[in-house]
């Protein structure tokens, strides 16, 4: 089999890499990006902990071909931070305790992100019902909730003592 070249942005840098037809998005951020917060979980899209962002639209990457990616821009938790500062949502699962094993985590942050890109201003309701793609098996959802909730009022302004 041929493999196929890719042109794309990936966290904003334009990337090239050759994929097998069969090759996954997940694969290839892994094992030729070396972009490893990208976590496989279940292989299925079942479980959210591989999802990332794929010209604006929530995806899990499992489920896309690597070849999908020619000339469409490509988000993964390696650029949600901003240099060295993390990105509120972030720093808020840490304050928040909102993490234990870390396989879900980069998973729930993109997703999370991508919610409040959309809705800055989420009820608990929204953010669950937005979540609920994404599983952990170490934590409740309860902080992870709080800490999403507590992100939006931070970056709206509006926090709360």
Request: net charge negative; hydrophobic share 35%.
């Amino acid at each position: 089999m041929t493999n196929i070249q890719v042109s794309t942005k990936i966290n904003g840098d334009n990337c090239e890499f050759l994929c097998r037809p069969e090759e996954t998005l997940l694969e290839v951020l892994r094992d030729r990006m070396g972009l490893t917060g990208t976590k496989e979980g279940c292989a299925s899209g079942d479980c959210g902990a591989c999802s990332v962002m794929l010209d604006d639209r929530l995806v899990c990457s499992c489920l896309v071909l690597g070849a999908e990616a020619q000339g469409r821009q490509v988000d993964t938790i390696e650029g949600m931070a901003d240099g060295g500062e993390l990105h509120p949502l972030q720093r808020n699962f840490i304050e928040h305790a909102a993490l234990q094993c870390g396989i879900c985590t980069p998973g729930f942050l993109i997703a999370a992100k991508a919610l409040l890109d959309k809705n800055p201003d989420p009820t608990e309701t929204e953010v669950r019902y937005w979540l609920a793609g994404n599983l952990c098996r170490c934590t409740g959802y309860d902080k992870i909730v709080r800490a999403v909730l507590h992100t939006a009022e931070e970056m709206r302004g509006t926090e709360l003592g």
